[in-house]
């Protein structure tokens, strides 16, 4: 079985500091994992994946995550924050080689940027 | 590609009503997930297919879910009878070949069951 715990469902930032939203998972096989964001009334977008091999990633808008798995943690991170940035951001894992491709989701994250 | 399309993108419909969901995945994909998304319960996995056949149903809430992918190129969720609480965004999401590859979403049905 799999679980995702995003710390903290509201965070707010001011433009230009550091994003930081924490995700932890459990996992009973190494696991996938992802991070989507999802603007008001859209769909899901993937903003970076970890499969294998380099355990920092880096996606797009400038985001990053970095799989620490003595931690079982996939924290996103963005060194400065842009208006733009504004949405509920989801981490996501899923049963890596084992097949199973669905995923499972964390309860989310909306970060506010203020001005 | 034109990426995952679902339809309708909203519905309203009275409590015993039938209501049917559409999903075209992309070409090419060979899985289907159809998730829900509520303010309570977040995103949550109805049920997913690999070649069109169902592989985890277990999401599914109870018997008056139902979903089916009769083809590559389609897919239905039916809710029958509706009641108030079925209320949410409906996502369909679709995958290619490869483990290593993300799923895409529509862009999701709001249902409304008054």
């Known amino acids: 079985a799999q679980s995702v715990t995003q710390l903290g469902s509201h965070v707010s930032v001011s433009e230009g500091a550091l994003v930081l939203l924490r995700c932890n998972y459990s996992s009973s096989v190494p696991p996938y994992l992802f991070w989507y964001v999802q603007y008001p009334n859209q769909g899901l977008q993937l903003l970076l994946k970890y499969t294998t091999g380099a355990t920092l990633v880096k996606g797009i808008n400038g985001f990053e995550a970095e799989f620490k798995k003595s931690e079982t943690s996939f924290h996103l991170t963005k060194p400065s924050a842009h208006m733009s940035d504004a949405a509920e951001y989801f981490c996501?894992?899923?049963?890596?080689?084992?097949?199973?491709?669905?995923?499972?989701f964390g309860s989310g994250t909306r970060l506010q940027v203020q001005p | 590609d034109a990426g995952v399309i679902q339809s309708p993108r909203h519905e309203v419909t009275e409590m015993g009503q039938e209501v049917t969901l559409r999903c075209k995945p992309i070409s090419g994909h060979n899985s289907l997930f159809w998730y829900r998304q509520t303010m309570m319960r977040g995103l949550e996995l109805l049920i997913y297919f690999n070649n069109n056949v169902p592989i985890d149903d277990s999401g599914m809430p109870e018997d008056r879910f139902s979903a089916k992918m009769p083809n590559a190129s389609f897919s239905t969720l039916k809710i029958q009878p509706s009641e108030p609480r079925d209320s949410a965004v409906y996502f369909c999401?679709?995958?290619?070949?490869?483990?290593?590859?993300?799923?895409?979403f529509g862009q999701g049905t709001r249902l409304t069951v008054v």
């Open positions: 996501a894992v899923s049963e890596g080689d084992t097949g199973r491709r669905a995923l499972t």
């Open positions: 999401a679709s995958s290619f070949r490869g483990l290593d590859t993300e799923a895409f």
